[in-house]
């Protein structure tokens, strides 16, 4: 315009549906606070949208190994807080302190509205007659009232996808659920119980089963538990505790995320953009971790690990914009 030119430029991710998704790109992003106490470690880069004063805590023997990027026009040594005396390049080792070109949105992705499927009534998987039970590919895809299980279920699932909806799904003791077959398993319940030593999936690949949640309860995984699938919370707390642990994505809507004692979380991303999301004892997340705020504790660990492959998608997103669930999920 009368001789004088002007460019502006925007970059964007663009997932294989073609729109924008928010970035996964560090060990830890906290939309607030992030604190780091006792001798806790985030191994890889980590972030912040704040640029308010001393809202990113360093305790003495703890460290970010990596970059740390805090909120735009924000002042490293104002919102940066370590001990007295120290300097900063002490707690962000071979790394260094910079600034978001701009602040960054962790949408949620809308829940799916659950299928209707044909009633199969309450089942339980017990210790007479002798186990294993089985959810055969004949019995298809149903909605049960109550599945319990307490020994051995085996669900069949062919080469496609079995759909299992529970009203209160409950594996207690030693109850074991396998997946049998080449294809995956959807669940999508509204209770959950896990306790004892429990498992589900213990020795299939996380990207076969994918269980959807719509219960207010804390969805936990106590004690010797282990999940190997992704879950998708709609609003409830997680708390994964002592020895317990999930592998596979974990995405919630609820207001908390505790990780305690040893437990493990070997996820692609920890998306709880609502939560507050807190590390203690020696407990560990492997994949990248976003929270409303983040609080290390003890001998925790973040540490930013890529997945295998790029193909841990979770399906069925049911009316949620299907190319920003990909991109996330992917």
């Not at 939560?275 to 929270?291: F, W």
Request: contains cysteine.
């Amino acid at each position: 315009v009368k001789g004088v030119t002007e460019t502006v430029r925007r970059s964007i991710i663009l997932t294989p549906g073609g729109s924008a998704m928010p970035p996964v790109d560090c060990a830890v992003f906290s939309l607030g606070d992030i604190t780091l106490t006792g001798s806790s470690k985030i191994l890889g880069n980590a972030g912040t949208n704040t640029t308010a004063e001393g809202k990113v805590k360093f305790a003495w023997s703890t460290a970010v190994d990596g970059d740390l990027s805090i909120g735009p026009e924000g002042v490293p040594s104002a919102v940066v807080s370590a001990p007295k005396g120290c300097p900063m390049d002490e707690y962000v080792k071979d790394g260094k302190v910079k600034n978001l070109p701009s602040t960054r949105s962790y949408p949620m992705p809308e829940f799916p509205t659950y299928p209707a499927l044909p009633n199969k009534g309450s089942y339980t998987a017990g210790w007479w007659p002798e186990p294993p039970y089985s959810i055969t590919e004949a019995d298809g895809d149903g909605w049960y009232s109550k599945l319990t299980v307490e020994s051995t279920l085996n669900i069949y699932v062919g080469s496609g996808t079995r759909r299992i909806r529970a009203d209160h799904l409950s594996i207690t003791g030693s109850g074991k659920i396998n997946i049998i077959g080449s294809g995956n398993l959807i669940l999508y319940v509204d209770k959950f119980t896990l306790t004892g030593g429990s498992k589900v999936n213990e020795n299939g690949s996380e990207k076969r089963l994918h269980m959807y949640y719509s219960g207010t309860d804390k969805l936990s995984v106590p004690g010797d538990t282990k999940f190997r699938g992704s879950v998708f919370a709609q609003r409830a707390s997680i708390d994964i505790g002592n020895s317990g642990g999930v592998t596979g994505h974990i995405i919630t809507g609820g207001p908390e995320v505790n990780i305690t004692g040893d437990a493990s979380a070997n996820v692609r991303v920890l998306y709880a953009p609502n939560a507050n999301v807190k590390l203690t004892g020696s407990g560990k997340v492997r994949g990248a971790l976003i929270g409303n705020t983040v609080r290390l504790e003890g001998d925790t660990k973040v540490v930013w690990q890529e997945p295998p492959d790029s193909q841990w998608g979770l399906p069925d997103f049911g009316s949620a914009p299907a190319s920003y669930a990909r991109g996330l999920w992917h």
